[in-house]
């Protein structure tokens, strides 16, 4: 039987700062399967990707690989993780050439989705991968529940749209964390949040309530 191809879209960012790492989940394009995959922040924010709304001014040469596909003549598309082995999954960076050749570069899965995110590539799998995935598929990493000063760094540097698009339970949450800490500028500044939001309900305007954070 043919291994079908799956093509991946929509993707869950969760923070380990025991691990100094970051976990990203990469969910199937109209299903609920998704692969976890563990990177390393700068990787991201060499990608162009903000975490947890704070960006950190790292710069890292994923660029050039990208210019370098360029220089070639050939048109980087797709990063194609295809295999899983010994825990460890195997990514390839597909290009075609200017001859219309495909040809494919072996790469470690956390550059390669760098490269993705920063090329604003397609992002697949196959079945098969999902079916040898059973336990990465369960792993669940909530940040907030991780080292306090952690926690407490991501609340205070988050920009206005994290809070502006988390649920009306995590602002709770985050106020309530703060409290406990004796922040009160993040508990005063996370009341305002709350106030707002509250008051948008009123007016039927009421913010994301599916929020991944």
């Known amino acids: ?10 993707t869950e960012m969760l923070a380990d700062a025991k691990a100094k790492t970051i976990v990203i989940k990469l969910y199937e394009k109209g299903g609920s399967r998704n692969l976890a995959l563990t990177t390393s922040p700068e990787l991201l924010v060499a990608a162009g990707i903000e975490i947890a709304g704070i960006k950190i001014p790292v710069i890292m040469p994923h660029d050039t690989i990208l210019e370098v596909g360029r220089a070639l003549g050939g048109v980087l598309y797709k990063v194609c993780i295809y ?18 050749e495909e040809r494919t570069v072996e790469m470690n899965v956390s550059t390669a989705l760098a490269v993705a995110l920063k090329g604003q590539m397609y992002l697949t799998t196959y079945e098969s991968v999902f079916e040898k995935d059973m336990d990465v ?3 669940k990493i909530d940040w907030f529940d991780l080292d306090e000063d952690f926690v407490l ?12 698009n ?29 106030k707002k939001r509250e ?5 039927g305007l009421g913010g994301n309530t599916d929020n991944a954070d």
Do not use: C, I, P, W
């Not at 990514?91 to 219309?100: I, S, V």
């Not at 760094?153 to 502006?164: I, K, P, Q, R, T």
């Not at 008051?199 to 007016?203: A, L, Q, V």
């Open 1 to 10: 039987m043919e291994d079908k191809e799956v093509q991946l879209e929509e």
């Open 83 to 100: 295999d899983l082995v010994d825990g460890q999954l195997k990514a390839r960076l597909h290009m075609l050439t200017k001859e219309n």
């Open 137 to 139: 598929r369960q792993r």
């Open 153 to 164: 760094g991501v609340l205070n540097s988050a920009g206005d749209a994290f809070y502006e």
């Open 166 to 194: 988390s649920s009306m339970d995590n602002l709770q949450r985050y106020l309530d964390k703060a409290v406990e800490a004796e922040d009160y500028m993040l508990a005063a500044r996370l009341r305002e949040f709350l």
């Open 199 to 203: 008051k948008g309900e009123e007016h």
